[in-house]
């Protein structure tokens, strides 16, 4: 049965009035199914206040995700530390009429009293729908979706990436417009969370201290995940997350704090191990993600038939230290150390091999930090990277632009987040040189909040494009990136939305981008 988002933004309990309730209020506990839940201590609150999701889709399953937690901002989640077997049934219809698998998980005190149910024997290319039940109360109806059987030659693909979701700095209307569109999957690129206190420019407050404990981290992505909009957002297809630095600490790189005098290396792992163990907590991820101690492997690959594969990166858990001095630098020898990495050794062989392996159209690069080389400097001599972004690590960058060139591959197209701006750059192997060929494109997807209401300064805007011919297009609203990919053609809208410190907030596209096959080059539509 074909589905349509209506259908689900249609729900009862994805009203517009239910979006705007914001704070800590947990308006989503009192829009979902108010039962008795007599299996734990928390009588009569509802248990699934943190939503469902679905990721990591395969031609015959995915991943489906909940979390028990009847009072989330409490340590705990407010259960009782004993093991609680949880539901679930998947269905070919939204009614759940027609259920194709189901059966009993246990969602235990160990691991938050999350559940991750790896779903198989299913059907390739087509629309799921799913619930949780467990003592007398169900869980919202989240939809998935399994990719095309390996080697289908798929005809479309529609997906959407994200990144950057800052709570307290705004509410989250691009996840409430991103509910609404007729998406395939969602990528999300990093900074799931934010560890610091408060922001200044707080919109909805909520007064916790920056995270260190696992408890902490569990109760960050609990009152994250409380927020409707991005519930819905989860509920409506699967997605495929990664990582950047703010589900640990702002610009840490590897084993190294972006202060190390404040951590020692023991220490920071220590946090590291929590923050990973609660990420995993709280994403729709596959055991084979399992953080054991402050390892967790992410990296990964899925292919969406012969039309493309997304090759998922990690560019902070394996990474060298930033070069010394300032974030933003000057671009001297020290960005061009041979020794320093985002990827480590082993990832960078696997990227190589899974890119030249790959027999996809579309060579879809979801990864953290913007890859173009951006001279940031708005006057003087220049130029002025950031070096915290590939700019730091230039030998590694441009080992990989040859890669794309040299081995030909398949229109690859670089998703990135981290910058909380949009951005549409041309990349090649020699930036220093305008007329080098660009062998990749990349999109850039600004903050669904982080950064507070954004604005442009149409002086910044004009010297930035002047210093730097590889962008075409540069902006600082809010929201999030559509892409529709084709065999023939890549088309990508700048989603945007008008303010997001009301929640009434208007989805604009800003601008729109063309690539066709076989020319790594941005035509603006
Ligand atoms: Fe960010
Ligand atoms: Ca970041």
Redesign the pocket.
């Known amino acids: 049965m074909p589905s349509s988002p209506t259908n689900l933004s249609g729900a009862s309990w994805l009203t517009r009035r239910a979006f705007c309730a914001g704070g800590v209020a947990l308006a989503a506990t009192a829009l979902l199914p108010r039962r008795v839940f007599a299996t734990t201590a928390a009588d009569s609150v509802p248990p699934f206040a943190l939503g469902v999701a679905s990721g990591d889709p395969a031609p015959d399953g995915f991943v489906i995700w909940t979390r028990l937690a009847p009072r989330p901002l409490e340590p705990g989640g407010g259960m009782s530390s004993t093991p609680v077997g949880v539901e679930w049934v998947v269905a070919e219809d939204e009614a759940l009429r027609h259920v194709v698998r189901r059966g009993t998980a246990t969602a235990s005190p160990e691991w938050a009293h999350s559940v991750h149910v790896e779903i198989d024997g299913l059907r390739p290319d087509r629309w799921y729908w799913y619930r949780f039940t467990t003592g007398g109360a169900a869980s919202a109806v989240g939809r998935a979706r399994t990719l095309p059987a390996a080697g289908a030659t798929a005809q479309r693909l529609r997906f959407a990436f994200a990144?950057?979701q800052?709570y307290e700095v705004g509410y989250y209307t691009a996840y409430e417009h991103m509910a609404r569109e007729d998406l395939d999957l969602v990528v999300f690129l990093?900074?799931y969370i934010?560890e610091k206190d408060d922001d200044d420019e707080a919109v909805r407050p909520h007064g916790f201290r920056e995270v260190f404990t696992l408890d902490d981290y569990r109760v960050r992505y609990a009152l994250y995940k409380s927020d409707p909009a991005l519930q819905a957002a989860h509920a409506l297809a699967p997605w495929i997350v990664t990582w950047?630095?703010?589900e640990v600490s702002n610009d840490y790189a590897g084993a190294v704090h972006q202060f190390p005098e404040r951590h020692t290396r023991e220490e920071f792992l220590a946090r590291r191990a929590a923050a990973y163990r609660a990420y995993y907590e709280h994403m729709p991820l596959r055991r084979s993600a399992r953080p054991a101690g402050p390892d967790l492997p992410l990296y990964r690959r899925l292919a969406y038939g012969t039309l493309a594969t997304f090759h998922v990166l990690d560019t902070r858990q394996y990474r060298t230290d930033q070069p010394a001095g300032p974030r933003r630098q000057s671009a001297g020898p020290q960005v061009l150390d041979p020794a320093a990495t985002m990827l480590g050794a082993e990832q960078r062989r696997w990227f190589f091999d899974s890119l030249a392996g790959s027999r996809a159209r579309w060579n879809i690069i979801a990864q953290q930090v913007i890859m173009a080389q951006v001279d940031v400097s708005t006057a003087g001599p220049g130029p002025i990277v950031d070096v915290d972004k590939w700019a730091g690590y230039e030998h590694e960058r441009r080992e990989i632009l040859r890669f794309l060139r040299d081995r030909r591959i398949a229109n690859p197209v670089v998703i990135t987040?981290?910058?909380?701006s949009n951005w549409a750059n041309e990349l090649s192997t020699d930036f220093d040189d305008p007329a080098a060929p660009p062998v990749a494109v990349e999109f850039v997807g600004t903050?669904i909040s982080?950064?507070g209401h954004g604005v442009d300064r149409p002086d910044h805007l004009d010297a930035l494009l002047a210093r730097n011919p590889c962008v075409k297009f540069h902006n600082n609203e809010r929201g999030y990136v559509r892409c529709e990919v084709t065999p023939e053609e890549w088309r990508t809208d700048f989603r945007t939305v008008s303010d997001i410190t009301r929640c009434d907030g208007r989805l604009l596209t800003r601008a729109s981008f063309r690539v066709a096959a076989g020319q790594p080059r941005l035509q603006r539509i």
């Open positions: 990144s950057c800052k990093g900074d934010y950047d630095d703010h987040g981290d910058i909380h903050s982080s950064g």
